[in-house]
């Protein structure tokens, strides 16, 4: 079955760095765009990266640009989210997205396959 798979999440203290990677399976990789997206409890969720479908073009949230890169790699199937210089506002739980397109997109309710997620807690 189609299934997305985050992984590298942890705690942190502020100014650490931490690459989160999310594995498909069950799906032509290349045929789709995919984000990064996070959320805290009670809160909406939020748009942090996005990529299409051969990485030739990336979108950032304002309050990740400059530190975060999403990159991908479709001979692995894999998709990644380096993220530096990390701050406690950072803090959520990290969720892997898929939408059967090409482009790339901020809106989270354009993705239709999505992974269980992936915590990141960054201390001060």
């Known amino acids: 079955q189609v299934q997305l798979v985050e992984s590298g999440g942890g705690l942190v203290q502020a100014e650490s760095s931490l690459k989160l990677s999310c594995a498909a399976s069950g799906l032509t990789f290349s045929d789709y765009a995919m984000a990064w997206f996070r959320q805290n409890p009670g809160k909406d969720r939020q748009f942090v990266a996005s990529?299409?479908?051969?990485?030739?073009?990336?979108d950032f949230g304002d309050s990740v640009k400059g530190r975060f890169t999403i990159s991908r790699d479709n001979a692995q199937n894999q998709v990644y989210l380096q993220m530096n210089s990390l701050k406690p506002e950072d803090t959520a739980l990290y969720y892997c997205?898929?939408?059967?397109?090409?482009?790339?997109?901020?809106?989270?309710?354009?993705?239709?396959?999505w992974g269980q997620g992936t915590q990141v807690t960054v201390s001060a």
């Open positions: 997205a898929a939408k059967r397109e090409h482009c790339h997109h901020r809106n989270p309710n354009k993705y239709n396959i």
């Open positions: 990529i299409n479908w051969n990485g030739g073009t990336t």
